[in-house]
């Protein structure tokens, strides 16, 4: 069995950090972790930033850098109690892949989006599809 990368639910996770912190705790959070890769986080928030706007800007710096197990261990060390009730619900569940493209599709994978009307498909082939007036 191939060792896989965790899987996160980055809602959940967005929603901890916004009940766990104030904008100035999530600040003082990162600028006296014990762990050096969490550090550089305290460079990346103005002094105007909102909580809402340092939560986005955390979980995007984890995300690109591999970070979020670091940050939940971070979470979970200073806020137990508030990690323990959203921990059964920050590891996303894994996706089941997508079935092969079948012969009857001519051989083309595709991801329907349909908003008020309007829809796109990507994938292979796949075209801009306009609904409404036309």
Do not use: W
Request: aromatic share 6%; with cysteine.
């Amino acid at each position: 069995m191939p060792n896989e990368e965790p899987r996160y639910n980055i809602a959940a996770i967005r929603e901890l950090l916004l009940e766990a912190f104030t904008a100035e705790e999530l600040r003082r959070l990162f600028l006296y972790t014990a762990n050096p890769a969490l550090r550089p986080l305290t460079q990346e928030f103005s002094p105007r930033d909102g909580l809402a706007a340092m939560v986005d800007r955390t979980i995007t710096f984890c995300q690109t850098r591999a970070l979020l197990p670091d940050l939940l261990h971070e979470v979970e060390r200073e806020r137990p109690r508030q990690y323990a009730r959203f921990a059964d619900r920050l590891s996303a569940p894994a996706s089941t892949p997508s079935p092969p493209p079948s012969a009857a599709s001519g051989g083309a994978t595709y991801h329907i989006h349909i908003n008020e009307g309007q829809g796109i498909a990507i994938g292979d082939g796949a075209q801009v599809i306009n609904g409404g007036e036309g």
